[in-house]
């Protein structure tokens, strides 16, 4: 009996539904977009890297059928029929519709489930999420894709260009090569040296039929020849040549590094530190998505500013006024100690309830005309509060004017508010 081999040259042979999900998306685009965007107001943004499940109305899913239309005759023939001779009629469903259950029939408050739901991967949503997003000047810095490389040590190789030979470590193995095959050999000869010294010392035998002569011949002749074996063993062969190695490590043409700035002082309530934390997160996460390497310095303030990690920026409180200048201060110090703008595209949002003291308020704009802007690819400004604006607003609406192009700032009443606002701080700008 023969075997059967079954060669399978389908295309996306591991993923044989890539092709038919990708169209699928891009047919529902709408729907989708819309069941994310109610996500990220739905549920909180902390949670917005998981999947979402997407509902579409069973009009939209509905393919054009050609059927039977009111009236005529039709000839069926069912199995199993027991009821029913030659000859009888079958009314029609009332309502001269179809017979299937449910149709003709609303709910009585309008609203009905959809026939047909499906899961979007974490990948598809945050796709989705920031399908018309994108960093200001990004496309003029080209930072997601564009990598250069650099060549790191990386041990040696028995192959390689002259310039890059390793002269003492090829010796070093010709050394060690020379003595492996020639240890043998050189204590054979000092035997057989001390075995032809000893012959030259020993009187002359008496018996004619023993000659001194013929072993001490035999034993130069041995030690000459192995002598000559050892000379023939070459200074240095190929196999003992060492090459400097080199790989090639990608980096980062240009590095970006984004500061969060946030005000944790007494006046901003647990709904303000709960509006920025999630306004931040979903700056972070939007900054994962289009960068593939980026540092994030996370600096909090009351009265007095300081750089902590991610998990003390989101959950730890303090109590105390507001003196925002001390953040922006503290950034611009670590930007003069990290970051240098020669070497880094540099990105900052801050997010406060406005509240400042107002001798604070001019300060802080000398420092974002004077120290802060001139370095910086983007600054975003997010005021969370419903109230009327304070000091803090109108110097920072000056300094809009004379930075068009690097400043924004936007104010967020509610959580409902937060992408929106986002979406216009962070829109991807014409060409």
């Known amino acids: ?24 998306l891009r047919r529902y685009r709408h729907h989708i977009k819309k069941a994310v ?29 050609f059927h039977h239309g009111q009236g005529g005759k039709r000839e069926m023939v069912h199995p199993g029929n027991q009821e029913f001779v030659a000859g009888d009629t079958i009314p029609k469903p009332p309502g001269g519709g179809g017979g299937g259950q449910g149709h003709g029939k609303a709910s009585p408050d309008g609203e009905g489930m959809d026939e047909f739901a499906f899961q979007i991967t974490q990948e598809e949503f945050l796709d989705f999420l920031f399908d018309d997003l994108e960093l200001p000047n990004l496309a003029r810095k080209k930072l997601k894709d564009t990598e250069s490389f650099k060549y790191v040590r990386s041990g040696f190789t028995t192959e390689g260009v002259p310039a890059k030979l390793d002269v003492v470590r090829s010796l070093r193995g010709a050394h060690a090569r020379r003595l492996g095959l020639g240890g043998a050999r050189k204590k054979k000869i000092r035997d057989l040296e001390e075995q032809l ?12 039929a023993f000659s001194h002569e013929d072993q001490i011949q035999v034993l130069e002749e041995e030690i ?35 500061f969060c700035l946030m005000d944790v002082s007494g006046s901003m309530t647990q709904m303000h530190k ?24 996370f600096i909090r303030h009351h009265t007095s500013a300081k750089e902590v990690d991610e998990e003390e920026f989101f959950y730890s409180r303090e109590t105390g006024g507001t003196i ?36 604070d308020s001019p300060v802080c704009s000398k420092i974002l005309a004077e120290g802060i802007l001139p370095l910086v ?29 690097s400043f924004a700032m936007q104010q967020i009443a509610d959580p409902g508010e937060i992408y929106p606002v986002f979406r216009q701080l962070f ?5």
């Open 324 to 359: 925002v200048s001390s953040a922006l201060k503290l950034m611009k110090k670590i930007v003069e100690s990290r970051y240098p703008p020669s070497e880094w595209n540099i990105y900052a949002a801050q997010a406060s309830d406005g509240d400042n003291w107002n001798d």
């Open 197 to 208: 010294e000893a012959l030259k010392m020993a009187p002359k035998d008496l018996d004619p």
């Open 274 to 297: 709960d509006i920025a934390k999630r306004f931040f997160i979903l700056l972070y996460l939007f900054l994962k998505k289009n960068y593939k390497k980026i540092e994030v310095v």
């Open 1 to 24: 009996m023969g075997m059967t081999h079954v060669v399978d040259r389908r295309l996306n042979g591991k993923n044989k539904s890539a092709v038919n999900r990708e169209r699928f």
């Open 224 to 258: 000459a020849r192995l002598k000559a074996n050892i000379r023939r063993i070459p200074f240095i062969d190929e196999i003992d040549l060492r090459y400097r190695q080199h790989q090639k490590h990608p980096q980062p043409a240009t590095s970006a590094v984004m």
């Open 37 to 65: 965007a109610d996500a990220v107001q739905r549920r909180s943004i902390t949670d917005i890297e998981r999947g979402e499940s997407v509902s579409i109305p069973s009009q939209d899913i509905e393919e054009p059928i």
């Open 377 to 405: 690819q983007y600054y975003a400004y997010t005021e969370i509060t419903p109230q009327d604006h304070q000091m803090l607003w109108y110097e920072y609406e000056k300094i809009m004017e004379r930075f068009p192009n």
């Open 427 to 431: 829109e991807r700008k014409a060409a």
